[in-house]
């Protein structure tokens, strides 16, 4: 892919998904919690993981209205 290509939705869920797999294994026994991730500036504030669970819910909205 090109530099200047959109990105695909496809694309942009796979990325998600690789986000959320990220956040949530990097500490089996305390998920979620921040340390792992250079974006994330505490338990509930990461552009990343907002970013990822909003792609999530966007796909999951569309194939919930079918």
């Known amino acids: 892919m090109a530099i200047d290509e959109p990105v695909s939705r496809a694309t942009e869920l796979f990325t998600a998904k690789r986000i959320i797999d990220a956040h949530w294994c990097r500490a089996p026994d305390q998920p979620w919690q921040a340390g792992g991730c250079l ?28």
């Not at 552009?47 to 209205?65: N, R, Y």
């Open 39 to 66: 974006e994330c500036r505490g338990r509930h504030d990461c552009p990343q993981l907002d970013w990822a669970l909003g792609i999530i819910a966007e796909v999951a909205s569309v194939l919930f209205q079918r």
